[in-house]
């Protein structure tokens, strides 16, 4: 074989191979580039899953403190109209008006529970509702009947309120333990 001849078959065995890895390298190219792509979409999924949990998360602890906040209230100025009836003085008719108006808001926070979930946390912050629209009725008829002179009613309208009492610190204690159980997540 003369020189001439083999240097122009080595420089197209090199043209060749040059083509051959500039392919491979663009394939490689195009893989890598797919699952960088695929890498990244995982990771945006996930950390989008995350922020949307770290989200309803703070809104369920606002929605369960605003619950707790407005229970609270409530049961301060129950407390107040329970000493007060106790010492056979009627509440007055705005003193039963406010009681009234933290019972709504109660009502209302207890019912905003309902759009973060889970559904123990919306049954108990219902329950929690209930049993201080028992104590309300409570501290109202045993206003009433210090009003009307119902003296042979007052003691079994205090036991009354002493009962719905206890039942709405046992719904208190189960909401905050479904509160709990929620947050954890």
């Not at 309300?136 to 309208?157: K, N």
Request: with cysteine.
């Amino acid at each position: 074989m003369d020189q001439g001849i083999a240097g122009v078959i080595a420089g197209i065995a090199g043209l060749v191979g040059a083509g051959v890895g500039g392919l491979a390298t663009a394939y490689g190219a195009r893989v890598g580039a797919q699952k960088t792509i695929e890498a990244t979409h995982m990771q945006v999924a996930r950390q989008s899953e995350a922020e949307h949990l770290h989200w309803i998360r703070d809104h369920r602890r606002q929605a369960c403190s605003d619950v707790l906040a407005s229970h609270g209230s409530f049961l301060s100025m129950a407390i107040n109209g329970s000493v007060r009836l106790g010492s056979d003085h009627a509440l007055s008719d705005e003193e039963q008006l406010r009681l009234r108006d933290q019972f709504i808001d109660l009502s209302q926070v207890a019912a905003r529970a309902d759009l973060w979930g889970p559904r123990d946390v919306v049954v108990q912050a219902q329950a929690l509702r209930s049993a201080a629209g028992t104590m309300f009725a409570a501290l109202v008829g045993w206003s009433a009947a210090i009003v009307e002179g119902r003296t042979g009613d007052i003691s079994s309208l205090s036991e009354e309120y002493e009962t719905a009492s206890q039942a709405l610190k046992t719904a208190r204690s189960s909401f905050v333990e479904a509160a709990i159980q929620a947050l954890q997540f």
